[in-house]
């Protein structure tokens, strides 16, 4: 979803928000919610609480589309909405966030850099699709899920060996396919 590729502009999603269009509102959740979801991810870490996160944006989008209107770039106000929403919702777990979590700055550096993130685990999550089952597994564990690799062996039932050479297989597959400054950790 780059500022380029979007199909509608701020009014033309009041419009329809007010309107209670239809497949204007399915459009924009077909075009938005995987991103969305991959930037509730990152900030709360947890695949269920981000699939609602992004649901319950929809739905006050919906819900609230009479009253609502969007007057910039729709991108950055959806992507400033599901940012505030996992903020709010991390504040009411009482999880220990950073102020550099709390201070997030609505500017354009700070969108670019988003944008280019959520592009990231976007590509990164097609190119997935092309490594075993098993080594994908693994990645995804290690990767996004944050496990250590004893953890890893431990839930899979395998040695620790296996993981790092599943880790180490996915790593160089992954290399090659991704460019150099889309870096791995």
Not at 57 to 80: A, C, D, M, S
Not at 124 to 129: I, W
Not at 158 to 167: A, G, H, P
Request: aromatic fraction near 10%.
């Amino acid at each position: 979803m780059t500022k380029d590729a979007f199909p509608f502009t701020g009014a033309e999603i009041t419009k329809a928000l007010n309107n209670q269009d239809v497949s204007v509102f399915r459009q924009l959740y077909d075009t938005c919610s995987e991103e969305l979801y991959l930037l509730a991810y990152r900030w709360v870490k947890d695949s269920s609480l981000a699939k609602d996160l992004v649901h319950n944006l929809f739905v006050h989008l919906w819900e609230k589309g009479t009253t609502i209107t969007i007057t910039g770039n729709v991108p950055h106000y959806l992507y400033r909405a599901i940012t505030n929403q996992a903020i709010n919702e991390l504040k009411r777990r009482k999880r220990q966030v950073g102020e550099d979590i709390l201070q997030f700055q609505s500017d354009h550096s700070s969108f670019y850099e988003t944008a280019d993130y959520i592009l990231l685990q976007k590509e990164l999550m097609q190119h997935l699709q092309s490594l075993p089952p098993r080594c994908r597994e693994i990645f995804i564990l290690s990767r996004i899920r944050e496990l250590e690799p004893a953890e890893i062996a431990e839930k899979l039932d395998i040695s620790l060996n296996t993981v790092y050479f599943q880790l180490s297989t996915a790593l160089k597959t992954l290399r090659q396919i991704l460019p150099v400054k889309k870096s791995l950790r």
